[in-house]
């Protein structure tokens, strides 16, 4: 319920206090007074789009601080999630709007985009202005409406439908893009194959092209390696034909001097064990060397297939890495890739499997969908009709039309059209095309009486809702607005004084002007002074004693229409 709206720098108002009570609260006043900034304020400070043009002259900022109580756990819910707080029981929600049109938010001290202002704005008020007649006309609102009609068991249906068209739709996108990619890696599945397939061939092992081109190298040079090889073991074992001594026979000659030297000394011991030990070296080195020799022969054979080998593995290594071990790497990745796109066949099979079975699980919720409108349609229809009927529009018959859409939507299979004839012997024709201005005003109020319901904690605002009536019919309007009242709040920007007979608060916008600044404020009236507003609405003289009498049977016949709807 709205506790309280302080408006400043809107339009006309330069600053005003409105303090809307329970149940219906009337706003009136001369025309140009302000009453429609007021509703502009409301819808400012809910996330209506704004710009410059709101703010008073233009200058300065345009601010809306509004206090919300009796609030439903889901609107508290929705506060706590963005950060906010509640000041002892109350929502605070407020707006700001600069000279520039720069524009900012708070709900519960917490600063909010404007999505966020328009959704618990949507929890807190339905505002019932021009905009709500056109969107009335539009097939969406009109399900929309149906839909809340149908009671929880809809809403239910409904909640589960979306969630798993959701999930439908999400998964549609998935395959999609795993068709796409598919396409894709079939492309780098080839090459991959390819690849491996030549490394395969070619039978490449780790550290070959090294080990091979060492081999080359010796193989080209062994006659020079040969030579120097031979000098080496001449220079460790001697050489026979030239009686040359090598080291060998020296350390032989050496260890028996030290070791007839190591029977006089025992010093001279150790000296004997190194010598030994050099003696061993150089004997393993002696050996190490003549094997050498034995093995170092040219193989002009073995030389021409090391080459042909390096060609096939330098045929490998242009495409695949800079040597073997690169190569080899590709090939393991290659082979890890390969199993990872060959998997995403498997994929796209086991989503389209999922696909097809929340697609089962759609068709159904749609039909279930299907089935609650079709039942509530008819039952709704003829309740808006009764009231259309006692607001002064006997002949009036509403009916919903349900057409099969040629695919899901977020809503179901349907479409809703809301048609509509006011006259006798004339068929509904779609309630936009029809339906003048007052008798789309009177619609909008039958369907939220019949609509309302005792767990209502909403704001309803009408503005206009008495356009284009009068007389007795704007008592019927009063009374629905009064019923209504009695599940929520309702407050009405009306110039009829049938419907403000109704009112359990009324409020009187007035306009002041001193030549310079013109600035509106929000009065609250009671007693006499109510009576005198009455009179001035019903076109007669505030202050006459006759009309001052009118007005008090008219709020005497509210009293009894109330009593009796009671």
Same mark, same amino acid.
């Given at each position: 319920?709205?506790?309280?709206?302080?408006?400043?720098?809107?339009?006309?108002?330069?600053?005003?206090?409105?303090?809307?009570?329970?149940?219906?609260?009337?706003?009136?006043?001369?025309?140009?007074?302000?009453?429609?900034?007021?509703?502009?304020? +409301?819808?400012?400070?809910?996330?209506?789009?704004?710009?410059?043009?709101?703010?008073?002259?233009?200058?300065?900022?345009?601010?809306?601080? /509004?206090?919300?109580?009796?609030?439903?756990?889901?609107?508290?819910?929705?506060?706590?999630?963005?950060?906010?707080?509640?000041?002892?029981?109350?929502?605070?929600?407020?707006?700001?709007?600069?000279?520039?049109?720069?524009?900012?938010?708070?709900?519960?001290?917490?600063?909010?985009?404007?999505?966020?202002?328009?959704?618990?704005?949507?929890?807190?008020?339905?505002?019932?202005?021009?905009?709500?007649?056109?969107?009335?006309?539009?097939?969406?609102?009109?399900?929309?409406?149906?839909?809340?009609?149908?009671?929880?068991?809809?809403?239910?249906?409904?909640?589960?439908?979306?969630?798993?068209?959701?999930?439908?739709?999400?998964? =549609?996108?998935?395959?999609?893009?795993?068709?796409?990619?598919?396409?894709?890696?079939?492309?780098?599945?080839?090459?991959?194959?390819?690849?491996?397939?030549?490394?395969?061939?070619?039978?490449?092992?780790?550290?070959?092209? %090294? !080990?091979?081109?060492? =081999?080359?190298?010796?193989?080209?040079? #062994?006659?020079?390696?040969?030579?120097? !090889?031979?000098?080496?073991?001449?220079?460790?074992?001697? %050489?026979?034909?030239?009686?040359?001594?090598?080291?060998?026979?020296?350390?032989?000659?050496?260890?028996?001097?030290?070791?007839? #030297?190591?029977?006089?000394?025992?010093?001279?011991?150790?000296?004997?064990?190194? /010598?030994?030990?050099?003696?061993?070296?150089?004997?393993? +080195?002696?050996?190490?060397?003549?094997?050498?020799?034995?093995?170092?022969?040219?193989?002009?054979?073995?030389?021409?297939?090391?080459?042909?080998?390096?060609?096939?593995?330098?045929?490998?290594?242009?495409?695949?890495?800079? %040597? /073997?071990?690169?190569?080899?790497?590709? !090939?393991?990745?290659?082979? =890890?890739?390969?199993?990872?796109?060959?998997?995403?066949?498997?994929?796209?099979?086991?989503?389209?499997?999922?696909?097809?079975?929340?697609?089962?699980?759609?068709?159904?919720?749609?039909?279930?969908?299907?089935?609650?409108?079709?039942?509530? !349609?008819?039952?709704? /229809?003829?309740?808006?009709?009764?009231?259309?009927?006692?607001?002064?529009?006997?002949?009036?018959?509403?009916?919903?039309?349900?057409?099969?859409?040629?695919?899901?939507?977020?809503?179901?299979?349907?479409?809703?059209?809301?048609?509509?004839?006011?006259?006798?012997?004339?068929?509904?024709?779609?309630?936009?095309?029809?339906?003048?201005?007052?008798?789309?005003?009177?619609?909008?109020?039958?369907?939220?009486?019949?609509?309302?319901?005792?767990?209502?904690?909403?704001?309803?605002?009408?503005?206009?809702?008495?356009?284009?009536?009068?007389?007795?019919?704007?008592?019927?309007?009063?009374?629905?607005?009064?019923?209504?009242?009695?599940?929520?709040?309702?407050?009405?920007?009306?110039?009829?004084?049938?419907?403000?007979?109704?009112?359990?608060?009324?409020?009187?916008?007035?306009?002041?002007?001193?030549? =310079?600044?013109? #600035?509106?404020?929000?009065?609250?009236?009671?007693?006499?002074?109510?009576?005198?507003?009455?009179?001035?609405?019903?076109?007669?003289? %505030?202050?006459?004693?006759?009309?001052?009498?009118?007005?008090?049977?008219?709020?005497?016949?509210?009293? #009894?229409?109330?009593?009796?709807?009671?």
């Amino acid at each position: 319920m709205l506790g309280e709206l302080v408006i400043r720098q809107v339009g006309v108002i330069e600053e005003a206090t409105f303090n809307p009570g329970p149940g219906l609260t009337v706003v009136s006043g001369e025309t140009g007074a302000g009453k429609t900034m007021l509703i502009m304020g +409301l819808g400012l400070v809910l996330g209506d789009r704004a710009d410059s043009t709101v703010v008073r002259n233009r200058i300065g900022i345009a601010q809306v601080v /509004a206090r919300f109580q009796d609030l439903s756990d889901e609107v508290i819910e929705v506060v706590d999630d963005v950060g906010g707080y509640l000041d002892h029981g109350e929502l605070i929600v407020q707006r700001q709007v600069s000279s520039t049109g720069r524009s900012r938010s708070w709900v519960g001290g917490s600063s909010v985009n404007q999505g966020i202002a328009q959704d618990i704005g949507a929890e807190l008020v339905t505002i019932h202005g021009q905009s709500e007649q056109i969107r009335l006309s539009t097939p969406e609102r009109q399900r929309e409406v149906l839909d809340r009609s149908a009671g929880p068991a809809m809403a239910a249906t409904l909640e589960k439908y979306k969630d798993k068209y959701s999930q439908l739709r999400l998964l =549609e996108t998935q395959l999609a893009e795993l068709t796409r990619a598919a396409q894709e890696s079939a492309r780098e599945m080839d090459m991959l194959t390819f690849g491996l397939a030549e490394i395969e061939k070619v039978n490449l092992q780790q550290g070959e092209d %090294d !080990a091979l081109r060492s =081999e080359a190298l010796r193989l080209q040079d #062994a006659d020079e390696l040969r030579e120097l !090889a031979y000098r080496a073991m001449v220079d460790l074992s001697g %050489d026979e034909t030239s009686d040359q001594s090598g080291m060998i026979a020296g350390i032989s000659s050496a260890m028996k001097a030290l070791t007839k #030297a190591a029977s006089k000394d025992p010093r001279v011991e150790a000296l004997v064990t190194q /010598a030994q030990e050099l003696s061993t070296l150089t004997g393993d +080195l002696a050996s190490s060397v003549a094997s050498y020799v034995s093995d170092l022969n040219a193989d002009p054979v073995r030389l021409e297939w090391i080459g042909t080998r390096l060609a096939e593995i330098k045929s490998l290594t242009r495409k695949y890495g800079p %040597d /073997a071990s690169s190569v080899l790497e590709w !090939a393991h990745q290659a082979e =890890e890739k390969l199993g990872t796109l060959q998997d995403s066949d498997q994929l796209i099979a086991d989503l389209r499997d999922k696909i097809a079975a929340r697609n089962a699980e759609v068709t159904e919720l749609a039909s279930q969908l299907s089935d609650l409108r079709r039942r509530a !349609a008819q039952r709704f /229809a003829d309740q808006i009709s009764q009231e259309l009927a006692a607001l002064a529009m006997p002949h009036a018959r509403v009916e919903f039309r349900i057409a099969t859409l040629p695919e899901l939507g977020p809503h179901g299979g349907d479409s809703v059209t809301m048609v509509f004839t006011a006259n006798p012997g004339s068929d509904p024709a779609p309630l936009a095309k029809v339906a003048s201005g007052g008798e789309l005003s009177r619609v909008r109020l039958a369907i939220e009486v019949v609509l309302a319901d005792d767990s209502c904690k909403q704001t309803f605002v009408f503005d206009e809702v008495d356009a284009g009536i009068g007389g007795a019919v704007g008592l019927q309007v009063g009374q629905r607005l009064k019923r209504l009242a009695a599940q929520g709040q309702v407050i009405v920007v009306t110039h009829l004084a049938q419907v403000a007979a109704f009112a359990d608060t009324h409020a009187v916008v007035s306009k002041t002007d001193d030549g =310079e600044v013109t #600035a509106s404020g929000i009065v609250e009236v009671q007693g006499e002074e109510r009576l005198r507003e009455l009179a001035r609405m019903m076109g007669g003289l %505030d202050d006459s004693s006759h009309s001052i009498a009118h007005a008090g049977e008219l709020v005497a016949q509210a009293e #009894a229409m109330t009593v009796l709807d009671q």
